[in-house]
């Protein structure tokens, strides 16, 4: 198993299973973790504590993405309650989604009484985006028993909302964000590079032989082909409290989704 060291002042070094030591700087205090480059620096699933034996993250077996408990004693009185930055959650504090219904409502506020798993889908005609509400809608009776919300969200209208709804059966709630306002708060990556790559293609392959379909009419409705074709999503797990935001996982590339399995333990452990 991996080992990590605080040293004083300012350094922290890895060890991997090849014994090969890595150095990283963190910032003006020995017990800070950088917030960016952290999980490039792993090639080995482990787990790592500091020396006072306070368990600081996991690294994921499969995916290798770096995965921090929602509240992480760092040694000397700190704590971590979010993966987030605070102009990230500032920005977020000022976003609003639209419910089937067409009310507005701060996208904070769905975390901010209760504990949410919160799906950000490319579009609402998409097939790879159905196949993620599908896939987690499976797990929402454990959700359910741990009293976590099931939510996801797509750029684009109320009634383009209700339709995936309608064609989904998604048991979860659906909310709509026009303005792509939480994408760019998230910062969210777009572009055709990030659409169109050989592991989407084969997803969708795959997809349409479990019988998926894409929704043609909706992901050619001049909002989405302008914008949202080429918008990627996330899924986040958040709350209570609307700056607690305690797994953030960014999508790539299109079909990008991660295990359940870091997502259950991240909202439901």
């Known amino acids: 198993m991996a080992s990590l060291t605080l040293l004083p002042p300012n350094t922290v070094f890895l060890n991997n299973h090849n014994h090969n030591t890595k150095r990283i700087s963190c910032m003006n205090s020995p017990h800070s973790l950088p917030k960016r480059t ?129 064609q989904t059966g998604f048991k979860g709630e659906v909310y709509a964000d026009p303005t792509y306002a939480s994408y760019k708060a998230l910062s969210f990556v777009s572009g055709v590079t990030t659409t169109f790559t050989p592991g989407a293609g084969l997803k969708i392959i795959q997809l349409y032989m479990e019988g998926y379909r894409q929704d043609w009419g909706l992901s050619f409705e001049k909002d989405t082909r302008e914008r949202g074709g080429w918008q990627q999503g996330g899924i986040l797990v958040a709350g209570p409290g609307i700056s607690n935001i305690s797994y953030l996982h960014k999508d790539k590339e299109a079909g990008d989704d991660p295990d359940i399995q870091d997502i259950l333990k991240a909202c439901c452990s």
């Open 38 to 166: 952290l999980p490039c620096f792993f090639s080995s699933s482990s787990s790592y504590t500091n020396n006072n034996n306070h368990h600081l993250f996991n690294v994921c077996p499969r995916t290798n993405r770096t995965l921090f408990p929602l509240s992480s004693s760092l040694g000397g009185g700190v704590e971590t309650s979010s993966v987030v930055n605070q102009d990230t959650r500032n920005l977020l504090q000022r976003v609003e989604v639209f419910d089937l219904d067409g009310n507005s409502v701060l996208i904070s506020d769905l975390w901010k009484d209760r504990k949410a798993v919160v799906a950000f889908a490319r579009h609402f005609g998409c097939v790879l985006c159905r196949k993620r509400a599908a896939y987690l809608a499976d797990k929402k009776d454990v959700m359910d028993a741990s009293g976590v919300a099931l939510v996801i969200i797509g750029p684009g209208s109320v009634d383009q909302a209700k339709a995936f709804a309608e």
